[in-house]
């Protein structure tokens, strides 16, 4: 039987996770980008002992044939890299959606008259705006996916609030 953690344990194990999905989030396409590069090893064949022997190492196309008879094809770390990343990743967040489904199946079924259909940032300063997607409006998760898992400051909500109330204006004149 395992034990439980503590609200604490339970809070660091949570900040593992977002700390983990944002080095994710912020790493992967850059090695996406670097997968796709193509690169050969930069040494000309005489360059060693040999003077260009099709045998020699350093030749690309002795490397490549080498590599497909050995098990299958070029091996380039980066590529295994963010292919066994896509892999955990898709995997992570099957069991994150599992977690939860337990979550939610641990309270008591919940009246749709009873959610809160406004989102909570921009309630949070007095102003209503619908909730899209969780507990904030499509773009509060926007905001969040393009700065660092943060709500948006109080300013940056009245200056959007400030620019529909423009637009509402115009279209209305």
Known sequence: MSSRPTAAQWHE?????????????????????RSREVARDGYPTSSLSGGGRSSDVS?????LAADLVDGGGPKDPVNRAVEEMLRLTRVALAALRAADGARAGAFPPVERSEL????????????????????????CNDWRKTHDFTDPPESAIRTLEDQRIEREMRSAA
């Open 116 to 139: 809160s259909a406004s989102c909570v940032v921009h309630a949070a300063y007095g102003l209503d705006q619908p909730a899209r997607s969780g507990e904030r409006c499509r773009w």
């Open 13 to 33: 194990l949570c900040d593992e996770l977002v700390a983990t999905a944002k080095r994710l989030f912020v790493d992967g396409p850059e090695l996406m980008r």
């Open 59 to 63: 030749d690309p196309t002795y490397r």
